[in-house]
């Protein structure tokens, strides 16, 4: 495993950095077209909500998110790719963006493209961001699996299954399993995938974090439902449940744009059920989730973005620099193979 990353990737500014722009453009334009016709239903159910629950729910809701950053870097880390702080940051939110395109995939496809401006291969980063989705499912399983007794009876009844999936991705986590689960998916793909031994350490790392990003989303859907009557632990375990399942059924809906939808039925159903909430307090809340979490994607993808643009503008400054150092003073001013510094 190496401890710094590899040299970045020169910017190319060729076809590639249109399409990029143009799937930015088309996530960002389907996010939109959900979210503003419903936007007198937003305003309602923001208007349920004070100032401290929307704006404590966004910001452990952001806390989630980089919950999960830090499950996906534990893999990359284990698969030999320790990226620097800011460069990981910026190769994981950038490429969430698309998860509001139609399909699981994009954000995946994403990370490949964007990984070789910072030395990671196509093939290491596919393998990485799947392994990511798998150890992000079985935390959700094991945490839905934990809770769904104390969601409802009903609930309990109609998704007794996910018990029965726990020691199944236990046992699927492993790394010897993981290869193999790997080999299988390259044969059936008829697509190279990279052949990478993870250490336990590694999963177990990611499989926690994973799992803590699952209770955070739960603390933040219990925080939007304490100003409608729904307060205290339990509402958190509740709630922790509820989101779990939900994500799961939102993204086997892998045809709607990050689920959009399919998650708010589940999770609708679910607090009506188990909260003893109304069926319209229940839809503002999963709704206010859906938007603080949209809006979560959004500002990460934009902060990681202007760090990126600065990046390449201060990389730029340093070459022209360096060019203007190297004026006048012959072949001689860089040895190949030897630092010019």
Same mark, same amino acid.
């Given at each position: 495993m190496t401890d710094t990353a590899p040299p970045a990737t020169p910017r190319r500014h060729g076809p590639g950095r249109?399409?990029?722009a143009a799937l930015v453009v088309v996530a960002l334009a389907l996010c939109i077209a959900f979210l503003l016709p419903? *936007?007198?239903e937003i305003g309602e159910s923001f208007s349920r909500q004070t100032p401290l629950s929307l704006g404590g729910s966004f910001v452990v809701g952001a806390l989630a998110a980089y919950a999960t950053f830090l499950s996906w870097r534990a893999l990359l880390a284990g698969a030999g790719h320790r990226l620097p702080g800011g460069a990981a940051r910026r190769l994981f939110f950038v490429s969430q963006i698309g998860k509001y395109i139609p399909g699981s995939i994009w954000p995946i496809v994403a990370q490949a493209d964007l990984g070789r401006r910072h030395g990671v291969p196509a093939t290491r980063s596919v393998t990485v961001g799947l392994l990511t989705l798998l150890v992000s499912c079985a935390a959700g399983v094991c945490v839905a699996a934990a809770t769904l007794p104390f969601v409802s009876a009903d609930a309990l009844g109609r998704y007794w299954y996910v018990l029965l999936l726990v020691p199944v991705v236990l046992v699927a986590l492993h790394p010897a399993v993981l290869r193999f689960a790997l080999r299988t998916?390259?044969?059936?793909?008829?697509?190279?995938?990279a052949e990478v031994r993870l250490p336990l350490r590694s999963v177990v790392v990611a499989f926690v974090l994973a799992a803590v990003a699952w209770l955070l989303f739960g603390l933040h859907v219990a925080l939007l439902a304490g100003p409608l009557g729904a307060a205290g632990p339990s509402t958190i375990v509740l709630a922790t449940g509820s989101y779990a399942l939900a994500w799961l059924v939102g993204f086997l809906v892998f045809f709607l744009p990050a689920g959009l939808g399919g998650r708010e039925v589940v999770l609708t159903t679910l607090l009506t059920n188990a909260a003893?909430? =109304?069926?319209e307090d229940a839809v503002s809340i999963a709704l206010a989730s859906r938007v603080l979490l949209s809006l979560v994607d959004v500002v990460a993808f934009a902060v990681t973005s202007l760090a990126e643009r600065r990046r390449g503008h201060r990389r730029t400054d340093a070459g =022209? =620099? *360096?060019s203007g150092d190297d004026v006048g003073h012959g072949p001689s001013a860089a040895v190949p193979g030897r630092s010019a510094s």
């Open positions: 249109w399409v990029r419903r *936007a007198g998916a390259s044969r059936l793909l008829r697509r190279e995938l003893g909430l =109304d069926l =022209d =620099d *360096a």
